[in-house]
């Protein structure tokens, strides 16, 4: 029904910058928070940064001031710009949304994750 498109990710020396991009595509009546988290090797996924409907940011204490997140609704895209790259950023990284479909009849909201992209910060 929906798809989540990541790109953007890659090898980069620290100090360096990426932007990431999450675009959703098919039956997408509204959506509601986008996100963008993170899972290291031997970790669990974490939050990494958050984006409501009407554009209010959560970003999480270790890469505040580092890393922005923003979005296009007119392209169903999400962003997220990570500058002064670190090695600890080395992850991959998820974009999270979350759906609201209409049938017709009455309406329903979904969690949807892309596929995830590599993101290595050399020192």
């Known amino acids: 029904q929906v798809q989540l498109v990541e790109s953007g990710g890659g090898l980069v020396q620290a100090g360096g910058s990426l932007r990431l991009s999450c675009a959703a595509s098919g039956n997408i009546f509204k959506i509601n928070d986008m996100g963008w988290y993170r899972q290291a090797p031997g970790k669990q996924r974490d939050v990494v940064a958050v984006?409501?409907?009407?554009?209010?940011?959560n970003v999480a204490d270790s890469v505040k001031g580092r890393f922005t997140i923003s979005r296009d609704d007119a392209k169903n895209t999400v962003y997220l710009q990570m500058n002064s790259l670190k090695p600890e950023d080395t992850a991959v990284y998820y974009c999270?949304?979350?759906?609201?479909?209409?049938?017709?009849?009455?309406?329903?909201?979904?969690?949807?994750w892309g596929q995830g992209t590599q993101v290595t910060v050399s020192s």
């Open positions: 984006i409501t409907s009407s554009g209010s940011t």
């Open positions: 999270n949304a979350n759906i609201v479909h209409y049938t017709g009849r009455y309406y329903y909201s979904y969690d949807y």
